[in-house]
């Protein structure tokens, strides 16, 4: 990692930017602790160490332990990683179909094939989505329904029209339970989609649809979705074919604080033997139009405690993401200051969460979102999609533009 923000950085798919250090840096100071029970006391010193906390310690700091003092853990660490750099990118979602044959409880995206309001890009009006924004951004990320007739085909034309067309963009697409059932679609096992997918131009993987990874829970919210350790098991194989993957949690609707820390602990320990996760975004349950009444919803307070948690749990998932479109401005900005390094981009077409209820507004010019992080201390940084070029935001186009699009603040 660059010791000057002014410049731009390399770096690689597994330390993602980070300081590989960050133990050495836990700065342990400035920390009060005169009203902490001393058992909390005994797993914060640990953390403070560098050492990992088990499941039930976890569990203990996340329900007992005040909000400050976790918020004061959290960013110790993420300082001790990035400094006060704040990663973003600039991407364009495009979501290719939202015809689903599953039917998720929480999804207020999905249709059926027959409804009025289902749509299915073709690949010249996929590239029409992209064409107004070719020069602004440097990722497309793609997610959608599970289309009852497409197989691979039409995702290796996709990828390969898309990277013949905007060679300067990376592609990160596909949930694991598209890829399960692309699989399924075209008679192949996961490794050889992922193979073909990737050869075709899939650069990254995002980490949608681990909602909490425990079966008892996915059944009631997501029936006839991957199971925990298939969503595990296509990420582990994504991982060993070199595509690096993000990771997520859906919290909120009716999990326990002890199902969302073992859901950051088997992420953990499939990172202990693949390393190929780069970014870790939790995210709460958005009510609106959906069909889980049941849902518990998460409080203000509750999700910076999970954000704060998962930078603490994930010691080995080097970004955490505060998810803007999901949290809105307000929450995303203080999430910054629990752990979370990392902030959705511009975004300039977002289906799925607006459906939902998400009223951050679309069109958000960089430099509002410069202003954002610089009023919580933060240095705004562009990334690219796989976390392996860097540059401080500038007001001007730079002169070493080696890919990334350019920033105007
Ligand atoms: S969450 Fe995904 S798999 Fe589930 S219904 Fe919605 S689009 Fe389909």
């Not at 909000?67 to 001790?80: S, V």
């Not at 400094?83 to 409880?105: I, P």
């Not at 998932?317 to 910054?336: F, Q, T, V, W």
Request: with cysteine; net charge negative.
């Amino acid at each position: 990692m660059s010791s000057n923000p002014s410049e731009s950085w390399p770096s690689n798919v597994f330390e993602a930017g980070m300081d590989t250090n960050w133990k050495e840096n836990i700065d342990d100071k400035f920390i009060d602790l005169n009203n902490v029970k001393d058992d909390i006391k005994s797993i914060i010193f640990k953390v403070l160490n560098g050492t990992r906390i088990t499941i039930d310690e976890g569990v203990k700091l996340h329900d007992e332990c005040d909000l400050p003092t976790l918020a004061n853990i959290a960013n110790k660490l993420k300082l001790a990683r990035f400094s006060n750099y704040v990663f973003f990118n600039r991407n364009l979602h495009v979501n290719q179909t939202n015809v689903c044959v599953l039917a998720c409880k929480f999804c207020a995206f999905r249709e059926g094939p027959k409804s009025d309001e289902a749509y299915s890009l073709s690949i010249e009006e996929y590239l029409n989505r992209i064409e107004p924004y070719k020069n602004h951004i440097s990722e497309v990320h793609t997610v959608g329904g599970l289309h009852n007739e497409w197989t691979i085909e039409y995702y290796t034309s996709l990828f390969s029209a898309t990277k013949e067309k905007y060679p300067h963009l990376q592609i990160k697409a596909l949930t694991a339970v598209e890829i399960k059932h692309l699989a399924i679609m075209s008679g192949l096992e996961i490794h050889d989609v992922l193979k073909k997918l990737k050869n075709s131009g899939l650069d990254s993987i995002p980490g949608g649809g681990a909602e909490i990874l425990d079966d008892e829970v996915r059944n009631h919210i997501c029936k006839g979705k991957e199971s925990s350790n298939e969503y595990l098991s296509i990420h582990k194989a994504a991982h060993e074919l070199g595509i690096p993957t993000n990771c997520t949690m859906l919290f909120g609707t009716i999990e326990t604080t002890r199902q969302r820390i073992v859901h950051m602990d088997k992420l953990r320990l499939l990172q202990d033997q693949t390393n190929g996760f780069q970014c870790f975004v939790p995210y709460p349950f958005l009510p609106d139009k959906t069909r889980l009444p049941e849902a518990q919803l998460a409080t203000a307070n509750e999700i910076l405690r999970t954000v704060a948690m998962s930078r603490i749990m994930l010691d080995n998932i080097p970004h955490i993401k505060s998810y803007r479109m999901n949290l809105g401005d307000d929450i995303s900005a203080l999430a910054l200051l629990h752990g979370a390094d990392d902030i959705d981009g511009t975004v300039s077409h977002e289906e799925i969460m607006h459906k939902a209820g998400s009223t951050t507004p679309l069109d958000q010019i960089d430099a509002d979102l410069a202003n954002l992080i610089e009023q919580i201390g933060g240095v705004p940084v562009e990334r690219n999609t796989d976390y392996t070029i860097f540059r401080k935001f500038r007001k001007l186009p730079p002169s070493d533009n080696k890919g990334l699009p350019v920033a105007y603040g």
